[in-house]
């Protein structure tokens, strides 16, 4: 049986309520944007329903400790095309062991929930090294960025601890929204018709005065700190993956 | 002609980066009164260079002018290069425009030596200064505290740095000498002392009282200069260990001698020697986050690390007697000696092991790289199939993957 629901973490949450109330056995659980249909397909919609995500939620809490149901919450934004059902493999583990199971490796999902999490917290950590603001002419400091999974919720913390005297943007190209700080607050934000670049990039026309003065300044800085003599471009490249480089004014000049 | 600001930061930015240090970890500094930043005690690598080190700090040098002629130092007094030297604003503004745009963690400043020793810190120390108190800056600052600096200069340095650093730069006093007659490990010594002091009674204050300043909460770090002198790596890992040991430091950076003089006082390198420098912070590692002794990793019969293979590997195969290693059984501390075995896998199989029996499969989808580990585990009381009593062979087999596999063909 394939399930299809709205996308959401709480729509997951009424999908893993349903399937016990009706007894369903899924083999996948599939996004309703993504779902292509397949000859012989049995499938079920879930509708989300926010008494059905409390309760599922609620009992989890009671089941787990909530950093191991946060770990699921971050996993669950790597939007790989397995991640709805092994959350949903490892709920039922949760719920199906007597005790503790939160760090029995042997079992697929948890260990899999692990390593899904290690790479969004790889990436979550990337986008803290690699987000270049840009100065714009409004005074704001703003950057575009492109990573591999939807990290947009877990990276504004750190930003707003450090960056606390001046208004940032950080938009998630692909997945079009951003967090915005106004130096009160973090806001998600959506924008209509973004102008961009070709390649999504922040317009030289949006940019302030010294700007790409600045730009230089540092690509005369990452060229002036490299040693020639010790060049070890694979190296290089496993530290700062190709994909990263667009957006990285000392890789992209 | 007057050098501009990126003129200036090409020649000291070159100059500044064969101290290798780039680390801004192991410090604390929360956003004061919304202010400009923050040190996560992390540490994050904003870009890495052509060589694949880190960068994350702004590491330049005030000045190149120097008035040392170490032989081993670019800036040295004797070499002909151009000389220039920032303004206290140059520096202050370049650190702030970086740190706003994501690209840095902050400042390491180094300088070369003009007047002396304490006429130097004093300027980089005016620095850090502003940063703190004119523009609320919280970000992590690395200042070099240059040998012979006397106690009151330090003191002002650790309120304003997250981290200090005095270079040891040569390994023993003797090739010091010879290469840098200006310096004497006593200089260094001294003043590394001192720091130790001073941060240790910090630490104790601030347990005592809530409103204890901070001094150098990211404590203090060394370098060592590998290769430009004869020491052997049994000399060296002894020194570092003694450098945790007794002065406490957090970090002892080894700087693999790039033959870039002339310097007849120094060996006629082809090539920097990037694998031993790599052996040592592997050997470094296993001493200070798996619990080996340095005698352990390193011995007087064999007095340098094999190149071909990691130290771990080394010390497994000296020590064939210890292993196989149960995974089901044997204690954490085991298990973190079985080459192929890092800190992350031991503890999930040590988790994961109370449950039930851990497989050759759960080990290897935890993270082990079995092409190591399967010589030094067993599994279900018994090794497994690639255990060999002979070194040698597991040696060879692990350097020549390839050719076995031609063999077995045949």
Redesign the interface.
Known sequence: MKILYDGSFDGLMSVVFDCYEQKMVPTAIIKMHKYQPEMFDQVQTVETNAEKTKRVIDGLHKKMTSNAFNQLFKAFHSEFDDIELTIFNYIRLVISTKGY?G????QEPI?RI?QVVKMMNREI?RM????????TVDGI?A?TVNPDFDVMPFIGE?FR??????LWLIYDVQRDYGIYYD?QKLQTIHIENPEWTANKKIKDSLLADKEKS?Q???Q???S??????????K??L???PKRYWKY?P??SA | MKAS??DK???L??A???DVSCASSGSKR??KN?????A?GMG????????????SL??ILLTNHCIYDCAYCVSRKSNDIKRVAFTVEEVVD?TI??Y????IEGLFLSSGIFKNADYTNERLIRIAKKLRNEH?FNGYIHLKIIPGASPEVMREAGVYADRLSVNLEIPSERSLQKIAPEKDHKSVYTPMNWLKEQIAENREDSRKFRKTPMFAPGGQSTQMVVGATPETDHHILNLSASLYKEQLLKRVYYS?Y??ISEDERLPALK??P?IRENRLYQADWLYRFYGFEVNEIIDETQPNLDLEIDPKLGYALRHLDQFPVDVNRAPYEMILRVPGIGVKTAQ?IV??R???R??YE?IK??GAAMNRAKYFIEISGRPLPAASAVPERIRHEIIYPAKKAQLTLF
Request: hydrophobic share 35%.
């Open positions: 199971i760090t029995d490796y042997r260990l692990k950590h803290h090294a690699f987000v270049r603001f840009q100065l400091y950057a750190h601890k450090r960056y606390a005297d001046q130096m600045f230089n300044m540092w005369q800085y990452f002036s700190t490299s040693i020639a003599e010790r060049k070890n471009m190296l290089h496993q530290h700062v990285l000392e890789k | 600001v990126t930061l090409k020649i930015a070159d500044a980066k064969y929360n956003n919304k202010g400009l930043g923050n996560t994050i690598c904003h870009s890495y260079t052509e060589d694949g080190r880190c960068v702004l590491k370049l425009n970086f706003r745009r994501n690209y609320n693999g790039i033959p090539q920097a990037l999930l988790k994961s109370k449950y039930g851990v497989r759960d989808k935890m």
